[in-house]
């Protein structure tokens, strides 16, 4: 199974704050690569995928790039609907697996 | 628009099969492929597998021996069965459509079921 290893786990931010979480992959994957949101009690909900593009929807501040083993997802300027768990997902190989997720809390 | 809403017994025993229906409605639920995803607090998000009216079939090796998913397409609905359940299997379980990119672009509200006797 691939493995994703999402960085930090927690992490502490203001709103207006820029906001950057990292997801590596055990093996490259290229760009089979989804982000998602989750609050709590709440389903996750798609935010990017292919590495980079913006599901129909989901504001602008958010931005994902890269490819192979490393990705990130940004939020440009947080707002607080922002605060919420994030997971990545490889889409690359059976099993489909998840990050462990980062939770983006108040300061 | 499209919704996803499961359905199904919140409590098994031990032993026992877990069964659980997700019901689409606003669209059809032919020539797409449906996924299910568990999360635990001990696993995080966990995918199950995923199925599509013509049979075809992805299931996670690490429950393939013990999963079966089936659609009836005159009723819009997909159906999980998890055999010989343990308290490992207690979460909240998750419908979902497979979009484009292979992504899971549509969720439903999520299931909680608890494993005890």
């Known amino acids: 199974d691939i493995q994703l290893t999402q960085s930090p786990a927690f992490l502490s931010a203001s709103v207006g704050d820029r906001v950057t979480i990292t997801c590596r992959a055990s093996?490259?994957?290229?760009?089979?690569s989804a982000w998602y949101q989750q609050k709590p009690g709440k389903a996750p909900k798609l935010l990017i995928y292919?590495?980079?593009t913006l599901q129909s929807g989901v504001p602008s501040r958010f931005s994902g790039s890269g490819s192979g083993t490393e990705f990130t997802l940004t939020i440009s300027s947080l707002q607080p609907e922002d605060f919420a768990t994030y997971f990545c997902?490889?889409?690359?190989?059976?099993?489909?697996?998840f990050g462990q997720g980062t939770k983006v809390e108040m300061k | 628009q499209v919704q996803l809403r499961e359905s199904g017994p919140g409590l098994v025993k031990p032993s026992e099969t877990l069964s659980l229906t997700c019901t689409v409605s606003?669209?059809?639920?032919?020539?797409?492929?449906w996924s299910w995803i568990r999360q635990s607090a001990g696993k995080g998000l966990e995918w199950i597998g995923r199925?599509?009216?013509?049979?075809?079939?992805n299931y996670n090796p690490s429950l393939q021996s013990r999963v079966t998913m089936s659609m009836d397409t005159s009723k819009n609905q997909f159906f999980l069965k998890v055999t010989s359940v343990t308290a490992a299997d207690t979460a909240v379980y998750y419908c979902?459509?497979?979009?484009?990119?292979?992504?899971?672009?549509?969720w439903g509200q999520g299931a909680l079921v608890t494993v005890s006797s």
């Open positions: 979902a459509r497979e979009g484009q990119w292979l992504v899971l672009d549509l």
């Open positions: 606003g669209g059809s639920i032919s020539s797409v492929y």
């Open positions: 199925f599509r009216s013509s049979g075809s079939a």
């Open positions: 093996q490259g994957i290229t760009t089979y």
């Open positions: 292919a590495a980079s």
């Open positions: 997902q490889q889409l690359y190989s059976y099993p489909r697996t």
